[in-house]
């Protein structure tokens, strides 16, 4: 085994977009791979404090979290690399389409084919750094990602994964498994 010393290492890494609104409405995101579900309703960010979308959340207490398919990966990447801050139209560059969420002050990115509605519960300033807690209102997902019985099929939403240590994303690959059940055959009794 090589060691590393301390690196935030782990594979694999999500990638979600934040959605904001600016001062003057125009629509924000960012790519976010330090967070995702800490409760049955609630999602962490872990966010620099710099980031347009960090002002966006204390203006409007507000954002929609949302998984990006692979044919907005250029998309997607990009609104990791520019800052509203420095590029007012950052999204309209994107080519993508929002509307205003009926349920929080965000906006719903149509390309994404599933997103979370979300109210910031808390904005917990700590010597480490920033990290917003997010209650979930509502999970949306375009049909064309759901299965015959109308559950969401995560394979259709085609979405890929960050890989930190090479800036690599890799796409998501085919079931392997059953949670909770491909472990059954070695318990005994617990
Ligand atoms: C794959 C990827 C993952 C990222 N993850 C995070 C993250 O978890 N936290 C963070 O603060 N910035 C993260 N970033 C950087 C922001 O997305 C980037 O700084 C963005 O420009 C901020 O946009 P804004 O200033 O318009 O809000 C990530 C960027 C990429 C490409």
């Known amino acids: 085994m090589k060691d590393f010393g301390v690196k935030p290492y782990l594979f694999p890494m999500p990638v979600y977009m934040i959605g904001t609104y600016n001062e003057d409405d125009t629509v924000d995101a960012m790519a976010m791979a330090w ?36 044919d907005t990966l250029v998309a997607s990447d990009y609104m990791g690399i520019a800052s509203a801050n420095k590029v007012p139209d950052k999204f309209a560059r994107t080519g993508l389409h929002a509307v205003k969420s009926s349920r929080v002050d965000a906006p719903v990115i149509l390309e994404y084919p599933l997103t979370l509605e979300c109210k910031v519960l808390e904005m917990q ?63 005994k009794g617990e």
């Open 35 to 70: 967070g995702g579900i800490c409760a049955e309703n609630m999602v962490a960010l872990n966010l620099e404090e710099d980031h347009k979308t960090v002002a966006n959340l204390k203006a409007r207490g507000a954002f929609t979290l949302s998984v990006p398919g692979r």
């Open 125 to 187: 300033e700590q010597p480490y750094g920033l990290r917003v807690l997010g209650e979930i209102v509502n999970v949306m997902a375009d049909e064309k990602v759901l299965d015959a019985e109308g559950r969401i099929d995560s394979g259709k939403l085609d979405t890929f994964l960050f890989d930190q240590v090479r800036f690599d994303y890799y796409a998501v690959g085919e079931i392997c498994g059953k949670a909770w059940h491909s472990g059954a055959p070695l318990v």
